[in-house]
Nanobody, 126 residues
Framework: QVQLVEAGGGLVLAGGSLRLSCVRSGRTFGMYAMGWFRQAPGKEREFVSA????????LYADSVKGRFTISRDNAKNTVYLQMNSLKPEDTAVYYCAAKDLGIRDYVPLRETYDYWGQGTQVTVSS
């Protein structure tokens, strides 16, 4: 019954910015972590960023450190990914994911998530 819906993708020029959002609906009991993944054509899905329930812990892939910022608004059940200084190699379908944590707050290992969104296309043109 949990659904994740991403939004905010689009076409931008290299160096531009986009802000992705992902809203979780359905059952929400206890804490949950959220993350972002992406998949480019012909490539395996890769980890981008993740954030703990309290937002005190965040993780970023080396390829996006310093350019992307993950944040969340638990009152809105929403996670965001602010993407700056976009590069053509950032082009991919971006997926958000959620991991139920129960009573413990942590950042789960990549790919260890319970729910996934349908993805939003991000295209960066040089």
């Amino acid at each position: 019954q949990v659904q994740l819906v991403e939004a905010g993708g689009g076409l931008v020029l290299a160096g531009g910015s986009l802000r992705l959002s992902c809203v979780r609906s359905g059952r929400t009991f206890g804490m949950y972590a959220m993350g972002w993944f992406r998949q480019a054509p012909g490539k395996e899905r890769e980890f981008v960023s993740a954030i703990s329930w309290s937002a005190t812990k965040t993780l970023y892939a080396d390829s996006v450190k310093g350019r992307f910022t993950i944040s969340r608004d638990n009152a809105k059940n929403t996670v965001y990914l602010q993407m700056n200084s976009l590069k053509p190699e950032d082009t991919a379908v971006y997926y958000c994911a959620a991991k139920d944590l129960g009573i413990r707050d942590y950042v789960p290992l990549r790919e260890t998530y319970d729910y996934w969104g349908q993805g939003t296309q991000v295209t960066v043109s040089s």
